[in-house]
């Protein structure tokens, strides 16, 4: 086994106790300065429709990295709130496409400066080269654990 990185004592000197600690802060912090009803993965899915409108339930669970059933899950509900719609494909009639409503649109624009903002929250006392650096690294991450199969998209 590699010894302990830092002399910090368990568990603040592993990783995965910290992520888990930091995905807490970023949960409490979206309730409270972002929105108690609409999630950051559902905000995630409206901002990849509104880059990407017109994609298949199958190429917005890729992007997101979401598995089918978890896609579904968020796409039907969001249909049933208003916030994004599936259309027939015109080039493909065996295919649906989802876009934003304008209520989603709407929805979108109102959040946006307050996800904006939480980017402060988040990243404390970091400066922006260390918010750059940590993004940077977290993307290294997660890109490992892909090509490792270890998320959920696999």
């Not at 970023?26 to 901002?47: K, P």
């Not at 994609?55 to 059933?69: H, K």
């Amino acid at each position: 086994m590699d010894a302990p990185l830092d002399d910090e004592p368990e568990p603040l000197r592993h990783l995965g106790h910290l992520l888990r600690r930091a995905q807490q802060l970023h949960l409490a912090a979206w309730q409270r300065d972002v929105s108690r009803d609409i999630t950051s993965v559902q905000y995630a899915v409206l901002t990849v429709l509104e880059r990407l409108p017109g994609s298949s339930q199958a190429s917005l669970g890729a992007e997101l990295d979401l598995d089918r059933s978890t896609i579904a899950d968020l796409v039907a509900r969001m249909t049933r709130r208003g916030l994004i719609e599936r259309a027939q494909d015109p080039d493909d009639r065996r295919r649906n496409v989802l876009q934003l409503t304008d209520e989603g649109r709407a929805r979108v624009a109102e959040l946006r400066p307050r996800v904006d903002g939480l980017e402060t929250v988040l990243a404390g006392d970091l400066s922006a080269g260390d918010r750059r650096e940590l993004r940077r690294m977290l993307r290294t991450m997660l890109a490992g654990a892909q090509r490792q199969g270890l998320l959920s998209g696999e």
